[in-house]
């Protein structure tokens, strides 16, 4: 259905037949358009994908919901996977990986002493230059990007906003990676976000989840829980719980590791006698992290019935 001024309900201009056989000229002459489509793929991937991005929710008014910026952190999730699983001189937890994205992130007023430029933005103004590369290439950003979200509210409102419209953007996305801070607000939102994004994001093939253990809200719980039970037990913890929902997915790679860096000398502090008298109950030790974190890996990859 077409409204007087040509264009069609859905928004989509109908362009007249000059115009159209223009067009056509213009791409026939472009030695981009004229490649074949598996090298103009290639193109399209160097030009915006293989990244981390991490999705930021925009407070600025007027403006997209979301901004972004390219993880800068001088690792990677599979390197800090090896780190975690390595580490044998450390107690609580593996010194490589904590904060490894403190660089990654989009404040105002930020500083950064050791880079010449602030964050860097995915962009996507290329898929702006004309309709062909749009309908060639609007999903390649989202199957070969790996996108970063470190709260529930962000990954419930971003996976919702990819399953809008009629590109099914939310199907293309091939890999997620998940900051699962957990305080006390977040506890049960984290539930809900990733239970969404194992309902929605049905293509995803590839996880990595690092869970800032937060002792000082003890959210993982009393060391005992650490203790793996029986094989084909699961364990009565929120965390695993929260994770074990996307297993229904199709994945084919798992990374997990747990941070807690600073978790007494800056959230308990020394002048805390509670912490004192309960750290061998509650902190968990590095060995421990890594047994919790095997099992959440080894379930998620299942084989599927």
């Known amino acids: 259905m077409k409204l007087r001024n040509g264009t069609h309900v859905d928004g989509v201009v109908d362009i007249n037949p000059i115009a159209k056989s223009a ?114 290439a609007h999903h390649i950003p989202h199957a070969t990007n790996t996108f970063s979200c470190n709260d ?14 009629s590109n099914d953007n939310h199907l293309a996305v091939r890999s997620l990676f998940l900051e699962m801070v957990y305080e006390t607000t977040f506890e049960n939102s984290w539930g809900r976000a990733v239970s969404t994004g ?39 913890n929120n965390v695993i719980s929260h994770v074990l929902a996307l297993k229904k997915l199709p994945l084919k790679t798992a990374t997990m590791v747990i941070s807690d860096q600073g978790t007494e000398e800056q959230h308990i502090g020394t002048t805390s006698p509670y912490w004192k008298n309960h750290e061998a109950e509650y902190r968990w030790t590095l060995d421990e992290k890594k047994e919790w974190a095997r099992y959440a890996r080894e379930a998620l990859l299942e084989p599927k019935i």
Not at 66 to 91: L, V
């Open 198 to 236: 194992a309902k929605l994001l049905k293509g995803l093939q590839n996880i990595s989840i690092d869970v800032d253990w937060c002792a000082w809200h003890f959210c993982l719980g009393p060391r005992n829980q650490a203790e793996l039970r029986k094989e084909g037990t699961s364990w009565s």
């Open 23 to 136: 067009i056509a000229q213009h791409n026939a002459s472009s030695p981009l358009l004229r490649l074949p489509l598996e090298v103009k793929n290639l193109i399209y991937r160097y030009t915006f994908g293989d990244n981390l991005v991490h999705i930021i929710q925009n407070s600025d008014e007027g403006t997209a919901m979301f901004k972004n910026t390219i993880c800068r952190a001088s690792i990677s999730e599979e390197e800090a996977q090896e780190n975690f699983d390595g580490e044998s001189t450390h107690q609580w937890y593996a010194p490589a990986n904590e904060g490894r994205h403190n660089c990654c992130r989009f404040q105002k007023g930020a500083t950064f002493p050791d880079r010449e430029e602030g964050p860097k933005v995915l962009s996507l103004s290329l898929l702006r230059c004309c309709r062909q590369i749009y309908n060639e």
């Open 152 to 165: 529930p509210e962000t990954l419930q409102k971003f996976v919702v906003s990819l399953a809008q419209g």
